[in-house]
Protein backbone atom coordinates (compact mmCIF):
# COMPACT_ATOMS: atom_id res chain seq x y z
CA UNK A 1 0.00 0.00 0.00
CA UNK A 2 1.04 3.40 -1.00
CA UNK A 3 2.79 5.25 2.56
CA UNK A 4 -0.57 7.70 2.73
CA UNK A 5 -1.71 8.81 6.49
CA UNK A 6 -4.47 11.14 7.27
CA UNK A 7 -4.83 12.62 10.33
CA UNK A 8 -7.33 13.24 12.18
CA UNK A 9 -9.07 10.05 10.67
CA UNK A 10 -12.84 11.24 12.68
CA UNK A 11 -13.47 14.20 14.03
CA UNK A 12 -16.78 16.51 15.15
CA UNK A 13 -17.44 19.93 15.23
CA UNK A 14 -19.16 22.89 15.48
CA UNK A 15 -20.67 25.03 13.05
CA UNK A 16 -18.24 27.95 12.70
CA UNK A 17 -15.22 26.94 14.07
CA UNK A 18 -11.96 26.21 12.10
CA UNK A 19 -10.70 22.86 10.89
CA UNK A 20 -7.58 21.51 9.67
CA UNK A 21 -7.23 18.36 7.88
CA UNK A 22 -3.68 16.60 6.85
CA UNK A 23 -2.20 14.45 4.54
CA UNK A 24 1.41 12.75 4.99
CA UNK A 25 3.20 11.09 2.36
CA UNK A 26 6.19 8.99 2.61
CA UNK A 27 6.31 8.50 -1.50
CA UNK A 28 8.00 11.74 -2.26
CA UNK A 29 5.04 12.24 -5.22
CA UNK A 30 4.86 15.61 -6.46
CA UNK A 31 1.30 15.43 -7.14
CA UNK A 32 -1.54 15.95 -3.92
CA UNK A 33 -5.15 16.24 -4.19
CA UNK A 34 -8.27 16.65 -1.51
CA UNK A 35 -11.62 15.23 -3.01
CA UNK A 36 -14.94 14.55 -0.40
CA UNK A 37 -17.01 11.86 -1.00
CA UNK A 38 -20.89 12.46 0.09
CA UNK A 39 -24.27 9.89 -0.75
CA UNK A 40 -24.89 10.26 -4.10
CA UNK A 41 -22.29 12.18 -5.73
CA UNK A 42 -19.01 10.81 -6.98
CA UNK A 43 -15.55 11.91 -5.42
CA UNK A 44 -15.40 15.35 -5.95
CA UNK A 45 -12.09 17.46 -6.20
CA UNK A 46 -11.36 19.94 -3.69
CA UNK A 47 -8.19 21.06 -4.32
CA UNK A 48 -4.59 20.26 -5.54
CA UNK A 49 -1.32 20.51 -5.44
CA UNK A 50 1.19 20.23 -8.27
CA UNK A 51 4.49 20.80 -6.14
CA UNK A 52 5.52 22.93 -3.05
CA UNK A 53 3.43 26.49 -2.43
CA UNK A 54 2.03 25.30 -5.74
CA UNK A 55 -1.95 24.38 -5.23
CA UNK A 56 -5.07 24.71 -7.03
CA UNK A 57 -8.71 24.99 -6.99
CA UNK A 58 -10.83 21.76 -7.98
CA UNK A 59 -14.62 21.57 -8.66
CA UNK A 60 -15.98 22.31 -5.31
CA UNK A 61 -13.33 24.56 -3.52
CA UNK A 62 -15.16 26.83 -1.74
CA UNK A 63 -15.06 26.83 1.43
CA UNK A 64 -11.75 25.67 1.96
CA UNK A 65 -8.03 26.63 1.67
CA UNK A 66 -4.78 24.66 1.25
CA UNK A 67 -1.64 24.33 2.07
CA UNK A 68 1.76 22.64 1.06
CA UNK A 69 4.83 23.68 3.03
CA UNK A 70 6.78 20.29 2.43
CA UNK A 71 6.60 17.75 -0.44
CA UNK A 72 5.25 15.06 2.37
CA UNK A 73 2.39 17.27 3.61
CA UNK A 74 -0.99 18.48 2.47
CA UNK A 75 -3.29 20.58 4.44
CA UNK A 76 -6.31 21.03 4.14
CA UNK A 77 -8.58 23.67 5.85
CA UNK A 78 -11.97 24.77 6.79
CA UNK A 79 -11.61 28.59 7.61
CA UNK A 80 -15.59 28.27 9.51
CA UNK A 81 -16.70 25.02 9.22
CA UNK A 82 -20.36 24.20 7.90
CA UNK A 83 -23.11 21.69 8.03
CA UNK A 84 -22.96 21.32 4.21
CA UNK A 85 -19.00 20.29 4.63
CA UNK A 86 -19.55 17.38 7.04
CA UNK A 87 -18.06 14.43 5.06
CA UNK A 88 -15.30 12.06 4.35
CA UNK A 89 -11.82 13.63 2.88
CA UNK A 90 -10.05 11.48 1.08
CA UNK A 91 -6.45 12.82 -0.14
CA UNK A 92 -4.96 11.02 -2.95
CA UNK A 93 -1.40 11.05 -4.91
CA UNK A 94 0.29 10.61 -7.82
CA UNK A 95 4.10 10.67 -9.46
CA UNK A 96 4.72 12.42 -12.06
CA UNK A 97 4.23 11.10 -15.10
CA UNK A 98 1.33 8.21 -14.19
CA UNK A 99 -2.13 8.77 -14.28
CA UNK A 100 -2.93 6.36 -11.12
CA UNK A 101 -4.00 8.14 -8.34
CA UNK A 102 -3.54 6.21 -4.58
CA UNK A 103 -5.59 7.43 -1.46
CA UNK A 104 -5.54 7.44 1.84
CA UNK A 105 -7.47 6.23 4.37
CA UNK A 106 -9.83 8.83 4.61
CA UNK A 107 -10.95 11.44 7.64
CA UNK A 108 -14.96 11.51 8.76
CA UNK A 109 -15.70 15.18 9.57
CA UNK A 110 -18.75 15.61 11.00
CA UNK A 111 -19.99 19.18 11.43
CA UNK A 112 -22.56 19.85 14.11
CA UNK B 1 -25.59 14.29 -18.98
CA UNK B 2 -23.47 13.88 -16.34
CA UNK B 3 -19.06 13.26 -16.70
CA UNK B 4 -19.21 9.57 -15.32
CA UNK B 5 -22.49 7.54 -15.29
CA UNK B 6 -22.44 3.78 -13.86
CA UNK B 7 -25.69 1.26 -12.69
CA UNK B 8 -25.69 1.94 -9.07
CA UNK B 9 -26.97 -1.96 -9.05
CA UNK B 10 -27.16 -3.82 -6.49
CA UNK B 11 -25.98 -6.47 -8.33
CA UNK B 12 -26.69 -9.78 -6.20
CA UNK B 13 -24.66 -12.76 -7.44
CA UNK B 14 -24.10 -16.06 -6.89
CA UNK B 15 -20.19 -16.95 -6.10
CA UNK B 16 -18.81 -18.60 -8.87
CA UNK B 17 -20.80 -16.09 -11.62
CA UNK B 18 -19.34 -13.55 -14.12
CA UNK B 19 -20.54 -10.60 -13.78
CA UNK B 20 -20.49 -7.11 -16.07
CA UNK B 21 -20.20 -3.39 -15.43
CA UNK B 22 -20.54 -0.59 -18.08
CA UNK B 23 -20.08 3.04 -17.67
CA UNK B 24 -20.39 5.77 -20.05
CA UNK B 25 -17.87 9.04 -19.98
CA UNK B 26 -19.50 12.38 -21.38
CA UNK B 27 -15.92 13.95 -22.79
CA UNK B 28 -14.60 12.46 -26.03
CA UNK B 29 -11.35 14.23 -25.09
CA UNK B 30 -10.76 11.60 -22.46
CA UNK B 31 -7.55 9.50 -22.76
CA UNK B 32 -7.07 7.40 -19.19
CA UNK B 33 -9.49 5.65 -17.85
CA UNK B 34 -9.66 3.37 -14.47
CA UNK B 35 -11.55 0.68 -12.14
CA UNK B 36 -11.38 1.62 -8.60
CA UNK B 37 -12.83 -0.39 -6.23
CA UNK B 38 -14.13 0.57 -2.69
CA UNK B 39 -14.87 -1.47 -0.05
CA UNK B 40 -17.07 -0.24 2.78
CA UNK B 41 -15.90 2.80 5.00
CA UNK B 42 -12.93 2.36 3.49
CA UNK B 43 -10.89 4.34 0.71
CA UNK B 44 -10.84 3.71 -2.76
CA UNK B 45 -8.40 1.48 -4.27
CA UNK B 46 -7.15 1.08 -7.97
CA UNK B 47 -8.21 -2.31 -9.35
CA UNK B 48 -6.91 -1.80 -13.16
CA UNK B 49 -6.17 1.21 -15.26
CA UNK B 50 -8.06 0.89 -18.85
CA UNK B 51 -6.27 0.41 -22.03
CA UNK B 52 -7.67 1.01 -25.51
CA UNK B 53 -6.63 -2.27 -26.75
CA UNK B 54 -8.63 -3.78 -23.44
CA UNK B 55 -6.70 -5.47 -20.69
CA UNK B 56 -6.97 -8.51 -18.48
CA UNK B 57 -5.57 -9.51 -14.77
CA UNK B 58 -6.38 -12.45 -13.65
CA UNK B 59 -10.36 -12.64 -13.03
CA UNK B 60 -11.12 -9.12 -14.21
CA UNK B 61 -11.01 -7.70 -18.04
CA UNK B 62 -11.65 -4.38 -18.75
CA UNK B 63 -12.52 -3.02 -21.89
CA UNK B 64 -12.82 0.07 -23.92
CA UNK B 65 -14.78 1.58 -26.58
CA UNK B 66 -13.89 5.19 -27.28
CA UNK B 67 -16.24 5.45 -30.38
CA UNK B 68 -19.06 4.54 -27.82
CA UNK B 69 -17.28 6.74 -24.95
CA UNK B 70 -18.09 3.75 -23.05
CA UNK B 71 -15.52 1.54 -20.37
CA UNK B 72 -16.61 -2.07 -19.06
CA UNK B 73 -15.56 -4.19 -16.49
CA UNK B 74 -15.56 -8.66 -16.51
CA UNK B 75 -15.43 -10.14 -13.23
CA UNK B 76 -14.91 -13.92 -14.07
CA UNK B 77 -15.70 -16.41 -11.53
CA UNK B 78 -17.05 -14.44 -8.54
CA UNK B 79 -15.26 -14.53 -4.63
CA UNK B 80 -17.28 -13.59 -1.95
CA UNK B 81 -14.05 -11.27 -1.45
CA UNK B 82 -15.37 -9.60 -4.92
CA UNK B 83 -17.85 -7.83 -2.46
CA UNK B 84 -17.72 -4.14 -2.98
CA UNK B 85 -18.75 -0.94 -4.93
CA UNK B 86 -16.72 -0.69 -8.21
CA UNK B 87 -15.76 2.50 -9.52
CA UNK B 88 -15.52 4.15 -13.18
CA UNK B 89 -13.08 6.71 -13.03
CA UNK B 90 -11.71 8.96 -16.45
CA UNK B 91 -8.96 10.98 -15.95
CA UNK B 92 -9.77 14.98 -16.16
CA UNK B 93 -8.43 18.26 -16.73
CA UNK B 94 -7.75 19.77 -13.75
CA UNK B 95 -4.20 19.88 -13.00
CA UNK B 96 -2.39 20.65 -16.27
CA UNK B 97 -1.30 17.74 -18.06
CA UNK B 98 -1.64 15.65 -14.88
CA UNK B 99 -5.06 15.78 -14.54
CA UNK B 100 -7.63 15.12 -11.38
CA UNK B 101 -10.16 11.93 -11.81
CA UNK B 102 -13.72 11.88 -12.42
CA UNK B 103 -15.53 9.40 -10.71
CA UNK B 104 -18.92 7.89 -11.21
CA UNK B 105 -21.15 6.99 -8.03
CA UNK B 106 -19.88 3.23 -8.50
CA UNK B 107 -21.77 0.26 -8.51
CA UNK B 108 -22.20 -2.23 -5.94
CA UNK B 109 -21.79 -5.86 -6.18
CA UNK B 110 -22.90 -8.52 -3.61
CA UNK B 111 -21.60 -12.33 -4.29
CA UNK B 112 -23.49 -14.51 -2.13
CA UNK B 113 -22.25 -18.25 -1.31
Known amino acids: DAGITQSPRHKVTETGTPVTLRCHQT?????MYWYRQDPGHGLRLIHY???????DKGEVSDGYSVSRSKTEDFLLTLESATSSQTSVYFC???????????FGPGTRLTVT | RKEVEQDPGPFNVPEGATVAFNCTYS??????FFWYRQDCRKEPKLLMS???SGNEDGRFTAQLNRASQYISLLIRDSKLSDSATYLC??????????????FGKGTKLSVKP
Open chain 2, 89 to 102: VVRGFYGGSQGNLI
Open chain 1, 92 to 102: AISASGTYEQY
Open chain 2, 27 to 32: NSASQS
Open chain 1, 27 to 31: ENHRY
Open chain 1, 49 to 55: SYGVKDT
Open chain 2, 50 to 52: VYS
